[in-house]
């Protein structure tokens, strides 16, 4: 999966990618979908703002990857930090849920609108505007990943373990993905900063 992103006019950028890397983009998107859950969809007879306006929780997310995705903002230190980064998620994580669902779709919505060229493969073109949505959701999966697997500093550098798994692994396939999300997502960043 050597598909890297490459700069575009007007401030986008493309890639191509084969048959394979499309459906393994789009299932890791489904699945960061499922993860994230539904949004805040008003009851009926409800007002659509107030519903977009409601609080959100106040504890953080008991599963290790959605806790890393929705972090503490103050650190639970002591009971005052606790409260204070209770009282930060309660007003913010809706609307931080909504923005990670936004990207992820966008990515599930450019690669379902893709055309297949010839040999199985496609390239993705994405104006200035959707690459933020790819670079937010690029990054979520990485989190989501790098969390299930535990992933330490230690582990991406240069001689870290992640680059000498066994094949026999059961690991080696999200080890894979994991990596290949984070060349797309550097070659990406690579295409949008300025010369």
Same mark, same amino acid.
């Given at each position: ?10 401030? @986008? ?7 394979? !890397? ?14 994230? $859950?539904? $949004?805040? !969809?008003?009851?009926?007879? !409800? ?5 977009? #306006?409601?609080? @959100? ?21 002591? %009971? !005052? ?13 809706? =609307?931080?849920?909504?923005? %990670?669902?936004? =990207? ?16 199985? @493969? ?8 959707? #690459? ?27 001689? @870290? ?10 690991? %080696? ?8 999300? $984070? ?13």
């Amino acid at each position: 999966m050597a598909g890297h992103f490459e700069a575009t006019p007007g401030g @986008g950028a493309s890639v191509a990618l084969d048959e394979v !890397e499309v459906a393994i983009l789009r299932s890791l998107a489904v699945q960061l979908l499922e993860l994230i $859950g539904p $949004g805040v !969809e008003p009851a009926e007879g !409800e007002d659509p703002l107030a519903a977009q #306006c409601s609080e @959100g929780p106040s504890e953080p997310p008991s599963d290790p990857a959605l806790a890393r995705l929705f972090p503490e903002a103050y650190g639970d230190e002591d %009971k !005052e930090l606790r409260e204070a980064s209770a009282e930060f998620r309660r007003f913010t994580e809706n =609307d931080l849920r909504t923005r %990670k669902r936004e =990207d992820a779709l966008a990515v599930v919505r450019s690669l379902d609108a893709l055309a297949p060229v010839p040999d199985d @493969g496609a390239v993705l073109s994405l104006a200035a505007d959707e #690459c933020r949505h790819w670079l937010g959701s690029l990054n979520d999966l990485r989190l989501t990943i790098g969390t299930r697997l535990e992933v330490s500093d230690e582990d991406e550098g240069q001689d @870290g373990s992640l680059y000498r798994l066994p094949d026999s692994d059961p690991r %080696k396939p999200m080890v894979m993905a994991y990596l290949w999300l $984070g060349a797309l997502q550097e070659t990406l960043i690579e295409t949008l900063m300025p010369d």
